[in-house]
Structures are given as C-alpha cells and as structure tokens.
C-alpha cells in the first residue's frame, strides 16, 4: 500500500486497526476509545457512490409525484420505498454532449464527465466525478476508491467507430485512461482488507481475533455491541467470498489447461458467479464494509455495463439484458430495471442500518443511481434515469421528487449535479464537463 499522509494516518488512528497475519481489518469508528477522550465532538466522512445499469428502464414504470411521506413511486421504484424519506428522484437530468453522437459508446463514455469522447483508435474521454472526488478525499484512506462491476468489460469497436472501452467502463482516472474494473468478488474482498500471501484462503477473523478481544474490554458496551454486530457481518460475506474465491481457483486452473486468457471465458466458466443475485449483493456488502470503516469514501459498481450481456433466468426473461431493453416497455424488460433499482435499495438500506453518531453511515453518504438511456428501443438519451439516496452529512435535503424536464437545457444538466455533490464532498471547481453553474434547487 502506498505511503500516505500524516492525515490519514492520524484518521486511521482514530477508526483502530486489527491486524493478522497477512491481513489489516479496520473497524467501524468507536467513540469510547481513548483517543475520542478530549474530543468534544466527531466530524464524520462524507461518502459518494455510483450504481450503473446500461441500456436504460421501461419508462411506463419510472416515476415519482410528491415529497416527503406523501411521495408516490412507480412500480420500478418500489423497493425504495421503505426508505423514500431518503431520497431524492430526479426527473429530466440529461449530459447533452452525449446526445446525437450515436448510440451506446457514445452515450456512456461521457457520462461521469461530461466529456466529448474520441472515435477512432485512440480513446479520449475525461475525468469522472468519482474520480475528482477520490483525487481529493482519497488522500484520508487507504483506498482513493473501489472501482466494481459485475460484467466483464469488452474490447474492440462498436459499429459507430467508437471504443467498446466506452460502453465498458463508467470510472476514468484520466481522459485516456478508465480506472480497471474489479469484477471477482474475492479480489475485491482482499483488496480491502489488505489480505496477501499464502493465508488467503484462511479466515481474516480468525487471524485477527486474538486483537478483536482484547479491544473488546477496552470499549463501552454500546461500542462492544457494535464491534459484534460488525464482526457478524463481516463473518456472513467472508463465507460468501469463500465459495466464490474456488471458483475463481477452479476458473482460472481450467483456464491455464486450455491456454486462454480467463476472461474470454464464458460466465461461469470464468468463474464469476452465475447468479447475478449473488455477485451483486455480495459487491453491494464490500462497498458497504469500506464505507463504515472509512477504507475508502468513494466507490462505483457498474451492475450491468451498456451493452450488456448479462441474463436474468430468475426473472424469468430469456433475452440478454441488449436485446431486452430493445423491448423496453415488456414486463420482462421492467423486472430487470426493478431488480438492478433493487441493490440501490439494497445498499442503501445496509448502509442505514450502520449507525454513525446521531444518525447512520447512509446519512453522511450520498448513492447515485443512474442509467445512459431512457428509452432502450430508441436509444433515447434526452433525459436519463436518476436516483440519489442519503444525506451527505445533512448538506443534502431528501425525501424529495425533483423535475427539471421543463426549465430548458441549460438547467437540467448532469454536470451542474456533479458540480453541487463535489461542493458538498470539498471538491470546488469553476467548471466540470458542460457545465459551469450548481444544479439549482438541489
């Protein structure tokens, strides 16, 4: 791991660190600890995530009417609903440099950034949003950020002469350069808690349990309880890894004897997991555990790239998620925009239930949901599905419908919203993509 900071190690002091052999689990922030003693108060980190599904939703079920309890969500949005009073939908955003380029490639590749892309051989695009914010806060953690996806990415060009780079990636670390995309789980995992070596497949807690007890008889027992519940959960996705960890062993041996690289393998041979249910939650969990123990406050997971061709046999669709979405208004095509809405639900509802001072880790967080099209079968980018979850530390008001399709072009762009969350995250720019003033009424 690379050296950082006296300020990020001071705050890596403060959240405390388990070690094992081979293997750093840090904890969630527990306040009874002595070095919280002359600190009147805890500031605690704000956190930005990405959730991305390509290929756009079944417009005739998106939508929402309404704020606080009295919000009204569509069919698709329904899983939100427990938690709608931390929220905030927002109808007509759309990156306008994207638009009339052509389809797919050209309608992702700028997304995150507003940037014009490049046809041809060399790729140019610009720096995400993610990304900006990770050059900043990333300077606190371990991790600048993690960088996830369920799908493998794909090479080549598109038929418009556009890098298949585009459709691939939604993180860019620079305009010629898309941040890699972990997509096994197990490589996640190890990432995050620094796991190396011959003891991989050994339980980190195991190997950290002797320090777990001792900190355990130095906190308060509402600390205590908090360090159980965390060292629970990390115990159920560990045993999820596990199972998925063999596969990538048992993927990668077949690889090596047929003499091909794994990831032209077909899905599961290349030993992602064949359910996407799985896959999904478990890189929903890892985001999760980085964010409560400040491993790092910047994440993106890219559930189902542009392009993608991913299949749902539990949704019972049979079309790949392409070709589905070129049926878009089909209850088919609506179960799979549900489900992939579903994990925002999902991490968003996990991160709620992580409490952090007078409120959760979701209220010091703030999750962007969003897809590259509306409309799948026209390829309709004009506007953009979009959904925020929490609070970023009380400078964003939630339980909100917000709908600009009508205040005209110059004030429904992506990049003003960019603008507004890098503000909030301490990241102030004069200019980001297209877009040189704040989101208004945000």
């Given at each position: 791991?690379?050296?950082?900071?006296?300020?990020?190690?001071?705050?890596?002091?403060?959240?405390?660190?388990?070690?094992?052999?081979?293997?750093?689990?840090?904890?969630?922030?527990?306040?009874?600890?002595?070095?919280?003693?002359?600190?009147?108060?805890?500031?605690?980190?704000?956190?930005?995530?990405?959730?991305?599904?390509?290929?756009?939703?079944?417009?005739?079920?998106?939508?929402?009417?309404?704020?606080?309890?009295?919000?009204?969500?569509?069919?698709?949005?329904?899983?939100?609903?427990?938690?709608?009073?931390?929220?905030?939908?927002i109808h007509g955003l759309f990156?306008?440099?994207?638009?009339?380029?052509?389809?797919?490639?050209?309608?992702?590749?700028?997304?995150?950034?507003?940037?014009?892309?490049?046809?041809?051989?060399?790729?140019?695009?610009?720096?995400?949003?993610?990304?900006?914010?990770?050059?900043?806060?990333?300077?606190?953690?371990?991790?600048?950020?993690?960088?996830?996806?369920?799908?493998?990415?794909?090479?080549?060009?598109?038929?418009?002469?556009?890098?298949?780079?585009?459709?691939?990636?939604?993180?860019?670390?620079?305009?010629?350069?898309?941040?890699?995309?972990?997509?096994?789980?197990?490589?996640?995992?190890?990432?995050?808690?620094?796991?190396?070596?011959?003891?991989?497949?050994?339980?980190?807690?195991?190997?950290?349990?002797?320090?777990?007890?001792?900190?355990?008889?130095?906190?308060?027992?509402?600390?205590?309880?908090?360090?159980?519940?965390?060292?629970?959960?990390?115990?159920?996705?560990?045993?999820?890894?596990?199972?998925?960890?063999?596969?990538?062993?048992?993927?990668?041996?077949?690889?090596?004897?047929?003499?091909?690289?794994?990831?032209?393998?077909?899905?599961?041979?290349?030993?992602?997991?064949?359910?996407?249910?799985?896959?999904?939650?478990?890189?929903?969990?890892?985001?999760?555990?980085?964010?409560?123990?400040?491993?790092?406050?910047?994440?993106?997971?890219?559930?189902?790239?542009?392009l993608s061709a991913m299949y749902?046999?539990?949704?019972?669709?049979?079309?790949?998620?392409?070709?589905?979405?070129?049926?878009?208004?089909?209850?088919?095509?609506?179960?799979?925009?549900?489900?992939?809405?579903?994990?925002?639900?999902?991490?968003?509802?996990?991160?709620?239930?992580?409490?952090?001072?007078?409120?959760?880790?979701?209220?010091?967080?703030?999750?962007?949901?969003?897809?590259?099209?509306?409309?799948?079968?026209?390829?309709?980018?004009?506007?953009?599905?979009?959904?925020?979850?929490?609070?970023?530390?009380?400078?964003?008001?939630?339980?909100?419908?917000?709908?600009?399709?009508?205040?005209?072009?110059?004030?429904?762009?992506?990049?003003?919203?960019?603008?507004?969350?890098?503000?909030?995250?301490?990241?102030?720019?004069?200019?980001?993509?297209?877009?040189?003033?704040?989101?208004?009424?945000?």
């Open positions: 791991m690379p050296k950082r900071t006296s300020k990020f190690q001071s705050a890596m002091t403060r959240r405390t660190v388990l070690r094992g052999a081979g293997v750093t689990m840090a904890l969630p922030l527990l306040q009874s600890l002595p070095c919280f003693a002359d600190t009147p108060s805890v500031t605690f980190p704000k956190r930005f995530a990405v959730l991305f599904m390509g290929n756009g939703i079944n417009e005739a079920h998106w939508d929402a009417q309404g704020c606080g309890a009295d919000m009204k969500l569509s069919k698709t949005l329904a899983p939100l609903e427990p938690i709608k009073h931390k929220i905030n939908v990156q306008k440099r994207s638009v009339g380029l052509g389809i797919h490639p050209a309608q992702t590749g700028g997304l995150l950034s507003g940037a014009v892309i490049h046809k041809g051989a060399i790729i140019h695009a610009g720096v995400t949003v993610d990304q900006m914010i990770a050059n900043r806060v990333g300077e606190d953690t371990p991790q600048a950020s993690i960088v996830l996806a369920c799908e493998q990415p794909m090479t080549g060009y598109h038929e418009t002469n556009y890098s298949l780079a585009y459709s691939s990636h939604v993180s860019w670390q620079s305009p010629d350069s898309p941040v890699p995309n972990e997509v096994y789980p197990a490589l996640a995992w190890d990432s995050l808690f620094e796991n190396r070596g011959s003891l991989r497949n050994v339980s980190i807690l195991d190997r950290v349990r002797g320090e777990a007890a001792a900190l355990s008889t130095e906190i308060s027992s509402d600390d205590k309880v908090k360090l159980d519940e965390y060292l629970s959960s990390v115990r159920e996705v560990e045993k999820r890894v596990d199972g998925m960890r063999k596969s990538q062993e048992r993927a990668q041996e077949l690889a090596k004897q047929q003499n091909r690289p794994v990831f032209s393998m077909d899905r599961p041979a290349n030993g992602l997991p064949e359910d996407l249910r799985d896959h999904a939650r478990l890189m929903c969990d890892i985001i999760a555990i980085g964010f409560q123990t400040d491993k790092t406050r910047v994440a993106s997971l890219l559930l189902a790239r542009d749902y046999p539990f949704l019972g669709v049979k079309d790949g998620h392409h070709s589905a979405s070129h049926d878009n208004l089909s209850e088919g095509y609506e179960r799979i925009s549900r489900f992939h809405l579903s994990q925002l639900a999902y991490l968003a509802t996990k991160l709620d239930g992580m409490p952090e001072g007078n409120g959760t880790v979701l209220d010091n967080s703030c999750l962007m949901f969003l897809s590259n099209m509306w409309i799948g079968r026209k390829h309709d980018n004009t506007r953009l599905p979009l959904v925020l979850a929490g609070g970023l530390g009380g400078t964003l008001e939630t339980g909100r419908t917000l709908d600009y399709l009508q205040a005209g072009d110059d004030n429904r762009k992506l990049c003003s919203l960019y603008l507004s969350i890098m503000d909030r995250m301490g990241v102030k720019l004069d200019q980001f993509g297209d877009a040189q003033t704040r989101l208004q009424n945000l």
